[in-house]
């Protein structure tokens, strides 16, 4: 396994320099983030938190995934081992948009597998970046084998959502821009999935010395579960955010990320990520999907003072939210607005 490292991600900051658009920061009001409470030992003024948002979901295609298909593509160009047949991958969501769209800007083909339940939605938004599109078995694991098969037959490239490390270096690249913005920014919060923003975002947040909070549902924490066993194991998928965080097992690039110093695991509830969600929605208009909205639900817990009811089971390795502490500057990655804005506006 490639050990991912800040080498990787400023290689990756130089390579796609210019081919993706630099993230946008907006500050939170004002003691929006509540922090966290004095110390009765130490008499010491509270300092209100300065919390940012890193605006990611107006990335190409909505979502951070266009930063890690353009470093896979333009690495691959750069050492010409970019094969005639393009690119193939199976997926759906952020990442298969991502792979279309970096192959269009590099007029790369690019060939994407689906289950034939695939929305016609997502079909029309793949082949709007010209990419072929094929419609193979009823669930996702037959569009991948059928991806697989692809791959072997044509000599075409297999990309893959997350689990690749040219993929993670590349979102790695989100955190480069946000610690430039920044000056002594402390903490960054992020919400994992698979890994891949995880694990780039903590290597790169490593190296300046800045803390990484893991965002997951506590339905969804293939990297938690991973923490607590000490390998990679599977785990239930039941969440109002699967369709961007549903991944079973975590990669192994992102547990040996989680395993540095200075990252924190928190789990929320599905209703904390739709009270986060709505929060955008309501405050500052921000359609996100629920996925980005569990970033900031990780903060928000301990502000909505969350019922005991609502975390049945909390596994050691998990908090139930982050509190920053007096002054702390803490930077939120919103990465992705592939969602349907219509719920956000339902009485």
């Not at 922090?35 to 890193?54: F, G, N, S």
Request: proline share 5%.
């Amino acid at each position: 396994m490639h050990q991912l490292t800040y080498g990787d991600i400023k290689a990756a900051t130089d390579r796609i320099a210019g081919r993706i658009r630099p993230v946008t920061l907006s500050p939170v009001d004002p003691g929006a983030i509540r922090t966290a409470h004095r110390d009765p030992v130490d008499d010491r003024e509270v300092i209100p938190c300065e919390v940012w948002l890193a605006m990611e979901f107006m990335q190409h295609t909505g979502s951070f995934k266009a930063r890690g298909a353009q470093n896979f593509i333009q690495a691959h160009r750069d050492a010409n081992t970019l094969p005639e047949a393009g690119v193939t991958i199976a997926s759906g969501g952020n990442a298969g948009l991502a792979c279309a769209w970096a192959a269009q800007q590099q007029g790369v083909r690019a060939t994407v597998f689906l289950p034939e339940t695939a929305p016609q939605v997502k079909v029309a938004k793949l082949r709007g970046y010209d990419a072929e599109v094929r419609l193979v078995g009823a669930e996702y694991a037959e569009a991948l084998a059928a991806c697989e098969e692809f791959a072997a037959a044509t000599g075409a490239l297999a990309s893959h959502a997350y689990d690749h490390p040219l993929i993670a270096a590349g979102a790695g690249t989100l955190l480069e821009e946000i610690h430039q913005q920044i000056p002594g920014l402390d903490t960054v919060v992020v919400a994992v999935g698979g890994g891949g923003l995880f694990a780039g975002v903590a290597t790169a947040a490593q190296y300046h010395g800045i803390r990484t909070v893991a965002v997951e549902p506590e339905n969804c924490r293939a990297l938690n579960a991973a923490i607590e066993a000490g390998r990679l194991v599977d785990v239930p998928v039941d969440s109002i955010a699967a369709d961007s965080l549903g991944a079973r097992r975590t990669s192994a690039t992102a547990l040996h990320a989680a395993r540095q110093d200075g990252v924190h695991s928190v789990l929320v509830p599905d209703t904390g990520i739709v009270r986060a969600r709505q929060a955008l929605w309501d405050h500052r208009r921000i359609a996100v999907e629920h996925g980005a909205a569990t970033a900031l639900a990780g903060l928000l817990a301990t502000d909505r003072h969350t019922a005991d009811r609502d975390l049945p089971t909390r596994p050691a390795t998990a908090s139930r939210s982050y509190r920053p502490a007096s002054g702390e500057k803490v930077c939120v990655v919103l990465c992705g607005a592939n969602t349907d804005a219509a719920t956000l506006m339902q009485p």
